[in-house]
Structure formats: C-alpha cells, structure tokens
C-alpha cells in the first residue's frame, strides 16, 4: 500500500513538473514572438519588428547629443527589409519585414554619431554625420566615407536621399535642400546642388504655412487642415504620396498623427495616433514603402516598427478628443490612451 502511495505521489509530482515547464516555456516565447504582440497593444498598428533595449538589441545614451536620451536617430524600410539605426553600439540592423527576425548587423565606424539614414531603390545605405558633415555609404558591404568640415550645412533639419542623390535639408525661414556628391580626386563632400524648398524621398517639394494652417506638394493648390485638428500651432512633415493620397505627420495638442489626405477630393480620409511613451525623438521616424505608412517607436525598454493596419475616421478623432476632456484632462488621461481608443472600437 505504501509502495502505491509513493508511485502516486511521484506521478503527481511529475506530471506538475511537465506542466509547469510547458506553461513556462509558451509564456517565454510569447513574450518575445512579434506575432504573439496584442493588437490591443498599439490601437491601429501591427507590430513588425520588436527589438529589446539591451547590449544584444538597442541602447540609448545621455552623453552624446542634444536631448537627455540619444538611440535610433532614424530607421528605413525597403522591400522586405527594415533598417534601424543602432547609433549606441555603431552599426545597422537589418530585420525581416515579414517575420521581424535579425538578418545581419552592418558595422559603421565607431567614431562616427549618425543624425540621418536612408536606404535607396538598390538597397545602398546612406548615413550622415551632422557634426562632422561627414556622408557614409555603405554597398554590398563595401563602406566609402567622405567628409568636409569646412561646410556649413546647419541648421539641420533632417537627411534622406532620393533619385538625385543624399540631400540634407536645412531649416530656417526660407528652408532649402542640399544635394551632396563627392569629388573622387581630393576625397571630399560637397554641395553639388542647392534648391529652394523641403524635397522628400520621392522627388517631391512640400511648402508648410503653419500659421495658416496650410499645406502643399510641388506646385498644387495649398490644403488647409481643419481647425477641428490643427492650429497655428501644429508641425507638419511630409511623408510621401500615392497617386492622388498624400501621407503627412502632423503633431497637435493631442500627439503625433499620420493623416491620410486625398488631394483630388481635399478630404481627410483616416487618421491613425503614433503611441505615446517615446523614450527619444529620432529625426526620421516616419516613412512610406509601397502604399504602407512605418513609424519607429523607441519605447524605455523596447523599440518597434510598427505598420499602420487601419485607419480612424473623423468622427473617431472628434470623438476621441472630446473624451479627453479640458486640457487638464488631457495631460491627466495621456497614458490612457489605450483604454480610450478601445472604447470607441477604434
């Protein structure tokens, strides 16, 4: 009888180990698989790349730069490829956009701080220095560096690169673009050209009257944004364009947006809220690929890319904003946004 009791005791024993371990080992993998990542975690977005802030990921530092906490200044999406700079550790990482698994980390020098990245139609790698004026291109793991401390590329505003070439665009009252090249002889960057205007990733110019609360695209009519969503107030940055939809980031008192804007028609056609709890600010945080909008979040302890998947219509914008209340509601509710958003079955 004693023997029977024992062998119980032991099957029992033993069958909460198995499920102990089974339960553990599931929850582990769920808690680091992006396709495990609740929907409800970012209203309006699904999650395409998760990367953990650690020696292995992405870290951030407050000794170099301007802000208290510098990381991923920027990040690129080009066909099945994201790019996310990984300036603490000095290197590129390349993730898969359709499982958001590593596929290679790119190594740049480690003396270099990076202020812009961007990736052209080949896959060519364009990194920019805003301190040293100093252009880096990576190609098939070939790297060329070409630097000019004499020049005077200030007050930067951001870097991308388009079928002209990298260009840096400097802000001031009139904001004009800078096309960059290197003289092969002397080894050295300069301004092969200067033009008036904010020039994007697709060729395009775009002209911002922020006290008019008016926007436009190369030589087309000037869009002024409802006063429901913007104020004199607001910044606005363009995205990229799809035939007749335009993509612009736009922040107002209640956040960051990407807004969905039908220059045929001159409507708003959806709205989707960036989430709040950024740890930084990267320069270029917003970029179109295809006919999909990504956004870089770089949260305390994690940084994503997120993929816009729906869209708010202007009732649910207006209905959001009026939840929140008088101002002082607003600050009181900003972490509850979430909650919110879920409520409105947005």
């Not at 807004?259 to 709205?271: A, D, P, R």
Request: some cysteine.
């Amino acid at each position: 009888m004693k023997n029977h009791k024992k062998i119980l005791s032991f099957l029992i024993t033993l069958t909460l180990m198995i499920v102990s371990i089974f339960y553990f080992s599931t929850h582990k993998t769920a808690a680091i698989s992006v396709s495990a990542v609740q929907k409800t975690d970012f209203p309006n977005f699904k999650t395409i790349v998760n990367i953990p802030v650690s020696v292995d990921g992405i870290e951030y530092t407050g000794i170099i730069g301007y802000g208290s906490h510098e990381g991923p200044n920027a990040f690129d999406v080009k066909g099945d490829k994201v790019y996310v700079l990984d300036n603490v550790h000095h290197r590129v990482l390349v993730y898969s956009k359709e499982n958001g698994n590593l596929i290679r980390r790119i190594n740049i020098p480690n003396e270099q701080w990076i202020h812009g990245m961007a990736v052209d139609k080949e896959g060519k790698i364009y990194l920019f220095n805003a301190g040293t004026n100093t252009l880096i291109t990576i190609n098939n793991g070939v790297v060329d560096i070409s630097t000019n401390k004499e020049l005077r590329l200030e007050p930067f505003y951001k870097f991308d690169v388009n079928d002209n070439g990298p260009f840096v665009v400097l802000s001031g009252d009139k904001m004009k673009t800078c096309f960059l090249a290197k003289d092969i002889n002397k080894n050295k960057l300069y301004v092969a050209e200067e033009r008036e205007g904010v020039f994007s990733s697709d060729g395009s110019v775009s002209k911002v009257n922020a006290s008019a609360c008016k926007a436009s695209i190369d030589t087309g009519d000037a869009f002024e944004f409802p006063r429901w969503f913007v104020n004199e107030n607001c910044a606005y940055e363009y995205i990229g364009r799809r035939g007749f939809i335009q993509f612009w980031k736009i922040t107002n008192d209640y956040g960051e947006w990407i807004v969905k804007l039908n220059s045929k028609t001159q409507n708003i056609e959806g709205l989707v809220k960036i989430p709040d709890g950024k740890y930084y600010f990267p320069i270029r945080d917003a970029v179109l690929e295809g006919n999909d909008v990504f956004v870089l979040v770089p949260c305390e302890k994690n940084v994503y890319v997120l993929e816009v998947d729906s869209w708010m219509t202007n009732d649910q914008y207006i209905k959001y904003k009026e939840s929140l209340g008088s101002e002082k509601n607003l600050i009181e509710n900003k972490n509850s946004d979430i909650q919110l958003m879920s409520k409105l079955n947005i």
